[in-house]
């Protein structure tokens, strides 16, 4: 698995990068990415099922001036992440108003 930590100016810039590198992967078999990206404002990402009018209050977003924006790829809407670097763990609001985790594995560093 490959490991990229890139950050762009907007989420619509990293999406259209996430959207390229998948495109990419399939297309070339160049395998796995793990990307690791900052949302530079806050913003709720629809996956490509995902229903704003079920997964999002969007008079909400509105008033508290917070995007929301289409991934191409599936999955549902995600509110938020947190990546914690001491424990390795990324926390995120899930579309059934849970809260999900996931542990990143220890990078290898090669030379």
Request: charged residues 20%; hydrophobic residues 40%.
């Amino acid at each position: 698995m490959n490991y990229l930590d890139l950050t762009l100016a907007s989420v619509a810039e990293n999406l259209a990068l996430d959207e390229a590198l998948l495109l990419e992967a399939e297309a070339s078999g160049s395998g796995e990415i793990l990307r690791f990206w900052e949302w530079p404002t806050p913003t709720v990402i629809l996956g490509a099922g995902s229903r704003l009018t079920e997964d999002v209050n969007q008079l909400a977003c509105q008033a508290d001036r917070v995007a929301i924006l289409r991934r191409s790829s599936g999955g549902g809407t995600v509110r938020y992440m947190i990546f914690d670097p001491k424990t390795r763990l990324i926390w995120f609001g899930t579309d059934v108003n849970t809260i999900g985790r996931a542990q990143v594995p220890p990078r290898e560093i090669t030379s």
